[in-house]
Structure formats: C-alpha cells, structure tokens
C-alpha cells in the first residue's frame, strides 16, 4: 500500500522509510515526487500542524499521507523552541544556526541542560486521522559532536548515552528516537484498519 511522507525533510523521510521497511507499506517522500511544495505551518501545537501538513498533501494526491511535526523542549528554556525547532534562529535559518543560537542561550544556564525531542505523527486518507506521540529524553551539550542525522541531533545526548544523536548510526537512533516511538505506534493503529 502507497502512502505519502508529507515532509520535506530529508533526514525524516530516510529514518520513516527505515522504520516501514520491510511493511506492507511503501513510503513515498515528497522528495520522490519531485514536489518541492512549501506548506505554511501556523499551528500552535505539533498535532495542528503534522495535520495541516497531511491534509495539504492529501488534497493534491488523494493517497494516504502521513506527516510529522516534532521539535525539541528544553528545559531551562521552559518548553522552547518547541514548535518552533525548524525556525529558531529565523525563517531560512540552518541546522547549523539553530544549534548557535541554542548553545549560546544556553552558556547562561548551569549543566545539565535537560531537554527532550517530541514527535506527533499522523496519519490522514480522507476517511480516517490516526494519531500517535513519540518523546526522547536526553540533554544538550555545548560542544557538537557527530555527522550523522539532522537539525539537533549533533547537541543532543539521548539519557543513558554517552554519545551524541549524530554520532548514532540511522538503525541505532530508530531503535530509540521520538521518531521511531512515534511512527511505530502509528503503524499499530494503521494495521488495525487496514489489516483486520
Ligand atoms: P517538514 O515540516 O517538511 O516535515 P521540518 O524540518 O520543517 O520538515 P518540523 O516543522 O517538524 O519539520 O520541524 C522539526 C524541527 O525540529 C527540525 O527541523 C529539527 O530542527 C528539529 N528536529 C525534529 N526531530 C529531530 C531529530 O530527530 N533530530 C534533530 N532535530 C530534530
């Protein structure tokens, strides 16, 4: 069964394919379908905007779609940046950017520097919207290391690790990532409605 990764990120899409690999379902990113579409996110919460995102895309493909919203909470900064993770450091910023503005938010604040990463996936076909919620706990370090993943993951040190999300394989961060936690729940629901 096809279904659409409503994302335009690149790093999501290769963990999602990792996580429904070897399914009944083949995720198709928007990368695939060669659709650059730019899809304004002006939810409050990461369910409103994971919907908007699978809605959008539903209504030009009508195919099944999922989607994803997630970002980082930490703790000092009382819940931030939050929905706003993909744009902290202003619109058109980068990973790199991002992760600037935060260690030097942060260099005013005692370690360690509690933080956890959420995700909310959906999954929308017109009929049915299923929904689940994925976190990681862990804390943010000021020093980068690793090359591996996206966005935070060069700062951020899952609980029980002494090593960095970048400097985890895909497999290994899909073992424990909010990602992974999310879309397995999801795929649990999804083979209850398509599978029964
Ligand atoms: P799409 O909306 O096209 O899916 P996006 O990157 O804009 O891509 P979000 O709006 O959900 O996605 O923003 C999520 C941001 O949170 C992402 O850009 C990263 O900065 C951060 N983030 C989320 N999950 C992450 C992860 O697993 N590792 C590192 N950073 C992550």
Redesign the pocket.
């Known amino acids: 069964m096809k279904i659409i990764f409503?994302?335009?990120?690149a790093?999501?899409a290769n963990?999602v394919k990792n996580i429904f690999y070897d399914s009944v379902y083949e995720i198709i990113s928007l990368a695939d379908l060669k659709n650059d579409i730019e899809?304004e996110?002006n939810g409050k919460t990461?369910y409103d905007?994971a919907l908007i995102?699978a809605k959008s895309i539903f209504e030009i493909y009508k195919l099944p779609v999922i989607?994803?919203?997630?970002?980082?909470e930490v703790e000092q900064l009382n819940g931030e940046p939050g929905v706003y993770?993909?744009r902290?450091a202003g619109k058109n910023c980068t990973?790199d950017d991002?992760n600037k503005k935060l260690i030097k938010e942060l260099k005013n604040f005692a370690e360690p520097h509690f933080a956890k990463?959420v995700?909310t996936s959906i999954y929308y076909d017109g009929k049915y919207i299923l929904t689940s919620v994925g976190e990681l706990n862990g804390r943010i370090i000021l020093q980068p290391r690793g090359r591996n993943?996206?966005?935070?993951?060069p700062i951020?040190q899952p609980d029980g690790y002494d090593k960095t999300?970048a400097e985890l394989s895909l497999e290994e961060?899909n073992k424990i990532?909010?990602?992974a936690k999310s879309f397995l729940g999801l795929k649990k629901q999804l083979d209850k409605i398509i599978l029964m």
Not at 6 to 9: D, E, M, R, S
Not at 67 to 72: I, M, P, Q, T, V
Not at 149 to 153: A, I, V, W
Request: proline letters at 0%; aromatic letters at 20%.
């Open positions: 409503a994302t335009q990120n790093g999501k963990e899809i996110e990461f905007n995102k989607a994803d919203d997630s970002g980082l993770s993909a902290y990973y991002n990463f995700c993943g996206f966005g935070y993951d951020f999300l961060k990532s909010h990602r």
